[in-house]
């Protein structure tokens, strides 16, 4: 295994991949009692009656229906984590009003401790394309209203769909802003998170350019399945993220941070297995909470590669790049080519394909995790190569690949581009988080003789909400690094459209049968919760051409 974060030893080398230094703060948080890590946010108004302070949600859109989400805190006492609390019914009401006046569909569901008190109903026999409210109750208290929108029907000519995209928000790197600005635009079908949207860092253990902005809950690292579920009633608690959760469903995919820090099936960095217990009982608890704390419908056991399709227009294949991937290996070693080794599994890669190849829709997106276009470093100055290199987890002597993302797993990728350009499949376009940067790529069947051979596919890489990008990495004013590191890494990598390397925000990707379009949004300023958003780029593909092109006007 790789190294271990820095802390877990005096003589620990530099921390891996985003692992930063640590901040001033760290050993000053108080490391409260389970139950008293949410007493604050869950509390209140709890002891006369049933509450609903995380907020409910949507998600995973189908022509008929929609998943709804919430959790109850039934007692005072039954606080995320706990173990504690009554059984207690909760009912849900879908109609097509805001007054609830004309309901379409109700039912309940028991939330009890087993699961946290959350619940989930798969409520099917709906509209397509269709708006609807829904809200919960229990006890005589009803959950705030929210919306979600249906699918198209499977055969429908869609004139057009738009998503929010967002990845990698960091709790202590700051406020969440970047889902404030995707609520209060009213016009999404759905929003996808492309993984990371929990960590599991204690605090000031990850990257917060030495300012932790809010401490996590529990403040220690989490490991065991109560640790996990207060980890993510904490960020159920964010109002920007209840606004998002309460105007459209998502569509999520984890990455290796809901888990442990680079993931794979057998072990991650950030996990020591001698003192934090055995991996595959972290890694099932770390799930459990996941599936019981997200509105997700898992398609197979313990993991979150799925399928949904939005009529003829398009259909979104969701990857899980943690459950079955190879450990990471060293770079130089010609080990990334080996054909034993995979990312994706190799059932999930036949998969893959078989979907792309018997797809129908005009587009085919897919919901990917890890960058899969190369990436060269080329000659970036040591002041900035290292950097990025820890934001990345290279070896500081350099070398032209990430082996946590595709460049680390070759034979997969060369494998499924190849099938691409052999089955002239069109329109597949990648969307991925991770890298805390702001991407716009062709994917090349063979980066080293690009443009000159064929682009397989596009990709759109959206930043982080909060992590930690370059410019705090360097602890330099914003734009700075990106400055230079940009013009370099282009030259380095002929398939890269754009790079921006510094900025926070989120994307909207807007989708036509002749062109898709990924229009990027940055924010003022991480830390603040009233943060403004500003439009920075935009990149299409048009139908048929497999190749990025700037655009200067957002959808």
């Known amino acids: 295994m790789t190294s271990r974060r820095s802390h877990s030893s005096p003589n620990s080398p530099t921390p891996n991949r985003r692992t930063v230094v640590k901040t001033a703060a760290a050993g000053a948080v108080l490391a409260a009692p389970l139950a008293a890590s949410l007493a604050s946010a869950s509390s209140a108004g709890a002891a006369e009656a049933p509450a609903f302070v995380h907020g409910v949600a949507s998600g995973d859109p189908l022509p008929d229906g929609v998943l709804l989400w919430t959790r109850v805190t039934p007692t005072a006492q039954a606080v995320p984590g706990s173990g504690l609390g009554p059984d207690v019914e909760v009912g849900w009401t879908v109609a097509l009003d805001k007054a609830f006046a004309n309901i379409v569909a109700k039912g309940s569901i028991t939330a009890t401790a087993a699961s946290d008190h959350t619940v989930k109903a798969d409520v099917r026999g709906l509209t397509p394309a269709t708006a609807y409210w829904f809200r919960f ?81 529990p ?133 893959l394909k078989a979907g792309l190849k018997s797809s129908d829709t005009t587009w085919r997106l897919v919901g990917n995790s890890v960058m899969i276009a190369p990436f060269a470093l080329g000659n970036l100055t040591a002041d900035l190569f290292e950097p990025l290199a820890e934001l990345l987890g290279l070896p500081k002597e350099g070398l032209a690949l990430n082996p946590d993302q595709w460049d680390g797993y070759t034979d997969d990728r060369r494998e499924l581009l190849a099938h691409l350009r052999d089955n002239a499949i069109r329109n597949t376009v990648f969307l991925t988080g991770d890298i805390h940067m702001a991407w716009a790529n062709d994917v090349p069947v063979n980066a080293g003789t690009y443009p000159l051979s064929a682009s397989a596919a596009t990709e759109f890489v959206v930043t982080s909400v909060t992590s930690d990008n370059l410019d705090d990495l360097v602890k330099v ?32 990707l807007d989708i036509t049968a002749t062109r898709a379009q990924m229009d990027f949004y940055v924010l003022s300023d991480r830390t603040k919760a009233d943060a403004t958003s500003s439009w920075a780029r935009s990149y299409r593909t048009r139908s048929g051409t497999q190749k990025v092109e700037r655009t200067y006007d957002p959808v």
Not at 141 to 170: I, K, Y
Not at 237 to 249: M, S
Not at 250 to 265: F, K
């Open 137 to 217: 109750s229990a006890g005589g208290t009803d959950s705030p209203a929210a919306r979600t929108r249906t699918a198209p029907a499977t055969e429908a000519a869609a004139a057009g769909l738009r998503f929010g995209v967002v990845s990698c928000a960091n709790w202590e790197g700051g406020r969440f802003a970047a889902y404030r600005h995707l609520a209060a635009r009213g016009d999404l079908d759905a929003w996808l998170h492309l993984g990371d949207y929990i960590y599991e860092y204690g605090t000031g253990e990850y990257g917060t350019r030495d300012k932790v902005v809010r401490p996590h809950a």
């Open 219 to 351: 403040t220690h690292e989490i490991v065991t399945l109560a640790d996990y579920r207060v980890r993510h009633a904490r960020y159920k608690t964010d109002p920007d993220l209840q606004a998002l959760h309460a105007v459209a469903p998502v569509i999520a995919i984890w990455d290796d941070h809901e888990i442990a820090n680079d993931a794979w099936s057998g072990g991650a960095e950030n996990h020591a297995e001698g003192t934090e217990g055995t991996w595959a009982a972290r890694q099932s608890a770390a799930k459990q909470a996941y599936f019981e704390w997200m509105p997700v419908r898992p398609a197979i056991a313990g993991t979150t590669y799925r399928r949904l399709r939005f009529g003829k227009l398009v259909d979104l294949s969701l990857l899980d790049l943690r459950s079955f991937r190879s450990q990471q290996v060293g770079i130089g070693d010609g080990e990334v080519d080996d054909p034993d080794r995979t990312l994706t599994g190799r059932a999930q890669l036949d998969w």
């Open 477 to 508: 004013p914003e734009g700075t690094v990106s400055a230079v590191a940009s013009p370099l890494i282009r030259a380095a990598n002929r398939h890269v459209h754009w790079v921006d390397t510094d900025r926070h925000g989120y994307a909207v």
